[in-house]
């Protein structure tokens, strides 16, 4: 089951992260390295500060969104829950925090808990074990 992420510090409630030791953009290799060790793929990459700063011409702290998939459980899930795809893919964000990275995921079982169907309740926590190992392998 997926913890508060208080390991680091960190009070998540929708979620699991951690602050890291290493730099923003290591940190983005490394989580789609361990993601990819899961079985997921990251289908989506989201830059937020890029696009903050071009369509509101602020400057925002380095952001990044990662739309992670595990295609065996999205097809299973998929398969009990049609309209699922509302819900997918899972984010996890990687952004600097007062100097610090931190690396953080979606609960899925918090997540998929508004959809109240309890055939999903395996999937989301199969997601959420593979994300927290993901994290904490970093």
Same mark, same amino acid.
């Given at each position: 089951?997926?913890?508060? *992420?208080?390991?680091? *510090?960190?009070? /998540?409630?929708y979620g699991y992260g951690?602050? @890291?030791?290493?730099?923003?953009g290591r940190a983005i290799e490394r989580i789609t390295e361990t993601l990819k060790e899961?079985?997921?793929? @990251?289908?989506?990459? #989201?830059?937020?500060?890029?696009? #903050?700063?071009?369509?509101?011409? @602020?400057?925002?702290? =380095?952001?990044? /969104?990662?739309?992670?998939? =595990?295609?065996? #459980?999205?097809?299973q899930s998929l398969q009990l829950e049609p309209n699922l795809g509302l819900l997918l893919p899972c984010n996890v964000v990687v952004y600097e925090d007062k100097g610090q990275t931190v690396v953080a995921a979606i609960d899925a079982k918090k997540m998929l808990s508004i959809v109240g169907n309890s055939a999903l309740e395996e999937?989301?926590?199969? @997601?959420?074990?593979?994300?927290?190992?993901? #994290?904490?392998? /970093?």
């Open positions: 089951m997926m913890s508060d *992420g208080l390991k680091s *510090g960190l009070k /998540i409630e951690r602050t @890291v030791g290493m730099s923003f899961e079985g997921f793929g @990251v289908l989506s990459r #989201i830059d937020v500060h890029e696009k #903050i700063k071009e369509k509101l011409g @602020v400057d925002f702290q =380095n952001y990044v /969104i990662l739309g992670a998939c =595990n295609p065996p #459980i999205a097809y999937a989301a926590a199969q @997601v959420n074990e593979k994300l927290q190992r993901a #994290i904490d392998r /970093i």
